[in-house]
């Protein structure tokens, strides 16, 4: 059997749309299959016709969160309750297309246990491109996992895999970095992302910082380093100046004939010491990412919390704990 999961924020205008196509595209698989879609706190709305659609067709599930968890916790959930063979994670807006998932079934029938698809021209504007090719190549070099650029959440994954996913602890959750670390046989396949089929993104931009933020914190001690590395080199430039002053005050002539003659006055002082505070502040906040990140695990809250399950064996108090 394959399970679909689809993570979902008032997706209202699209969902009818997606329930067509996904439909369509899955009955020509020639195998069984189920859909998970996780509402990640949405309006009653898109519960409701959630709630009709899944009447209708009960191959169509869902589970409603109590509150927002985010996009990262919505694709957790859906794996965790996936019961297929394999699973395909899939985004509500039709960016990306239910009609190309053919392609990814035919690859893992061939043996590859992660299907994962490369973005070929995205359609959003011309800084949104910039600021994701920059991040993949950033999340590329920095971290020690290799991650495929340009890959998302779109991706086939096999049973043997998502029970690895499924293992991981993480509060903090970078999808597609904890399916590339998982290893095992996967292979990419490019694909052109169409544009959003109804509605507004509801990824805003800071809400892709922070994912950003997340996948290059989860998968790298590269920040670290850069503290280390801006300590040495503010240490460095801090001993050259000195020496450079020194030396000027014993030759001040050799040097006031160069144009290098000592001023008095603080600018030197102020410059120096808003310098040394930027680079510190800077230590102290990479230092706060991961500690922060400690503290959520430590804390070992339930990574989400069902309020309603279509479907699916869960109850309005059920949570589940990602160390369980």
Not at 119 to 143: D, M, P, T, V, W
Not at 194 to 223: C, E, M, N, T, W
């Amino acid at each position: 059997m394959i399970s679909i999961v689809v993570p979902c924020y008032n997706e209202l205008e699209v969902l009818d749309e997606l329930y067509d196509r996904l439909t369509r595209a899955a009955e020509k698989w020639g195998e069984p299959f189920e859909v998970i879609v996780v509402d990640d706190g949405s309006q009653e709305a898109f519960w409701r016709q959630l709630a009709m659609i899944h009447k209708k067709d009960s191959r169509w599930k869902a589970l409603r969160f109590s509150r927002n968890f985010g996009h990262q916790t919505a694709v957790s959930a859906g794996l965790y309750y996936a019961a297929g063979d394999a699973v395909i994670v899939i985004d509500a807006d039709l960016q990306d297309p239910p009609e190309e998932l053919h392609r990814f079934i035919d690859k893992w029938k061939e043996g590859y246990d992660v299907v994962f698809a490369i973005r070929q021209k995205r359609k959003e504007n011309i800084f949104k491109r910039f600021c994701y090719k920059l991040f993949y190549r950033i999340l590329s070099g920095a971290s020690e996992t290799v991650i495929p650029e340009d890959s998302g959440d779109f991706a086939l994954i096999d049973r043997k895999v998502l029970q690895v996913i499924n293992a991981m602890p993480e509060e903090n959750r970078f999808v597609r970095g904890l399916r590339a670390w998982s290893g095992f046989r996967q292979t990419g396949l490019a694909y052109e992302r169409h544009a959003r089929a109804g509605g507004a993104p509801k990824y805003s931009f800071a809400k892709l910082v922070q994912l950003a933020i997340d996948g290059i914190f989860s998968f790298s001690a590269s920040p670290l380093r850069l503290a280390t590395k801006l300590g040495l080199l503010t240490s460095v430039i801090a001993l050259a100046g000195a020496v450079f002053t020194f030396l000027q005050r014993i030759f001040a002539d050799q040097f006031a004939k160069i144009g290098l003659a000592p001023v008095p006055g603080f600018a030197t002082i102020v410059i120096a010491m808003l310098f040394l505070g930027g680079v510190q502040l800077i230590c102290l906040g990479i230092l706060g990412e991961y500690i922060g990140r400690i503290y959520d695990e430590v804390k070992q809250r339930p990574s989400w919390v069902i309020q309603e399950g279509l479907g699916l064996e869960v109850t309005s108090r059920t949570v589940k704990n990602m160390k369980h």
